[in-house]
C-alpha cells in the first residue's frame, strides 16, 4: 500500500508563516501529481496547490503570492511553505498524491490523515 503523512501544522497568529511537509512511502513506480487540499468546519474541500512529476505547479488564487510548493530530491516529499496566514487560512490541510503502484503500475489516488492550520490571535 501507499501511504502519505502529513506534519507541520499548528496553531500560529495572523501574519505568521508555517512549513508543511507530507512523505510518501510504499510501492511507488512513479508519481503524477502530489499536492495539498484543505477543508475547514462546513466548507467543501477545496485545492490549495499542487506540482506534477514535471515540476509543473498550480495554486488557487487565495494561495497565489503567500504560499509555495515545494518538493524533494526524491520527489516523494512534499512541502508547503505558507507565509503572511489569516484566520480564513485555518483548516485541516490534507496531503494528495496520484499514483503509479506496482507490480501491475496502475493508478492510485491516495490521501494524508490531515493536519490541522489554525490562525487566530
Known amino acids: 500500500q501507499v501511504q502519505l503523512v502529513e506534519s507541520g501544522g499548528g496553531l500560529v497568529q495572523p501574519g505568521g508563516s508555517l512549513r508543511l511537509s507530507c512523505v510518501a512511502s510504499g510501492f511507488i513506480v512513479s508519481i503524477v501529481r502530489m499536492g495539498w487540499y484543505r477543508q475547514d468546519l462546513g466548507k467543501e474541500r477545496e485545492l490549495v496547490a499542487f506540482m506534477t512529476n514535471g515540476g509543473r505547479t498550480n495554486y488557487s488564487d487565495s494561495a497565489k503570492g503567500r504560499f509555495t510548493i515545494s518538493r524533494g530530491n526524491a520527489k516523494t516529499t512534499v512541502y508547503l511553505q505558507m507565509m503572511n496566514l489569516k484566520p480564513e487560512d485555518t483548516a485541516v490541510y490534507y496531503c494528495?498524491?496520484?499514483?503509479?503502484?506496482?507490480?501491475?503500475?496502475?493508478?492510485?489516488?491516495?490521501w494524508g490523515q490531515g493536519t490541522q492550520v489554525t490562525v487566530s490571535s
Open positions: 494528495n498524491a496520484e499514483t503509479v503502484v506496482g507490480p501491475e503500475e496502475f493508478l492510485l489516488d491516495v
